[in-house]
């Protein structure tokens, strides 16, 4: 597992030693667990900056697949998706209190650096609700990392802005499209919170989450099936061990992750509250196996 690890680590997959030490982290687990703890390494997904951009551009760019009339040559798809792209405004989902730091702050300038979007056509939602009241936008794509619940979509598309104006009660007086692109999705965002506004919204993302990517699922791929009866209780000691939350997924640093989905994901700027803690928590002396910002 080491050897896999030092070669992602050589080929600038992972970054350097001090952000990423999977030796340490392992001295975490007691001699009986290292094979489950090495399972658990394994399943670690990070996703360094250069493989972000691509799937970023791929996200949008898929959009194209359903703007444009497959019927036409290649030539006039190309043209419509340039007329579609110079029609439509960027934005991202925002918490209740918007702050700088919100990743959709990082992603919404990939537009412009990587796909050449004009700064007019990349702004906050407030400013998107405007542009499709006047017109001067007929699109509006919404651009984040991950989704894993779909509160902050949610509550996005109806909170209030400006005027009282929303994107929910805009999209039932005003003509336009919407698409939300994430890099990841899971199934259970769509299935529970963005419900209601799929009729309104088209969801594509890079890559879509179901219960196989989740630690704790029957259906995990992470585990093979003789070790799958004990990674709950194996997690688990060790989360109580340096005192995460058991909170049933309510708090953002529930020992299952957020709303128990137990995904493993990490980012070069963050890990989703979606991805267990102890990929990442300093609680108690606990060495992490990815450090942000180090």
Not at 92 to 103: C, K, L, R
Not at 238 to 262: A, C, E, F, H, K
Not at 284 to 293: A, E, F, H, M
Request: proline residues 5%; neutral net charge; aromatic residues 14%.
């Amino acid at each position: 597992m080491l050897t896999k690890c030092n070669f992602f680590a050589t080929n600038q997959v992972w970054p350097r030693k001090t952000r990423m030490n999977p030796d340490g982290w392992l001295k975490n687990f007691d001699a009986a667990d290292r094979r489950l703890a090495c399972q658990l390494l394994n399943s670690f997904l990070y996703y360094p900056t250069d493989m972000i951009d691509r799937m970023f551009v791929s996200a949008v760019q898929g959009l194209s697949r359903i703007v444009t009339s497959k019927t036409t040559c290649l030539a006039d798809r190309r043209r419509q998706w340039a007329r579609f792209l110079d029609s439509a405004v960027f934005t991202f989902p925002t918490g209740e209190q918007p702050f700088a730091g919100d990743s959709g702050h990082l992603y919404v300038r990939r537009a412009r650096n990587l796909m050449s979007i004009d700064e007019e056509q990349i702004v906050p939602p407030e400013q998107a609700i405007e542009q499709l009241v006047n017109g001067t936008a007929k699109h509006v794509i919404f651009v984040d990392d991950f989704v894993g619940t779909g509160q902050q979509f949610f509550k996005t598309w109806h909170r209030k802005y400006q005027n009282d104006r929303s994107f929910q009660s805009v999209s039932k007086t005003n003509e336009f499209t919407a698409y939300y692109c994430p890099l990841f999705c899971t199934k259970f965002a769509v299935e529970d919170q963005l419900l209601d506004v799929t009729d309104r919204v088209q969801i594509q993302p890079t890559h879509w989450l179901d219960e196989r990517q989740s630690l704790f699922s029957a259906e995990s791929i992470w585990w093979p099936e003789t070790m799958k009866p004990e990674v709950h209780d194996f997690i688990f000691r060790y989360s109580m061990r340096i005192g995460l939350p058991d909170s049933g997924g309510t708090q953002v640093r529930d020992w299952q992750g957020y709303n128990q989905l137990g995904l493993t994901i990490g980012f070069p700027d963050c890990v989703p509250d979606a991805t267990i803690p102890l990929f990442d928590t300093t609680m108690n002396g606990w060495q992490p196996l990815w450090r942000q910002g180090a």
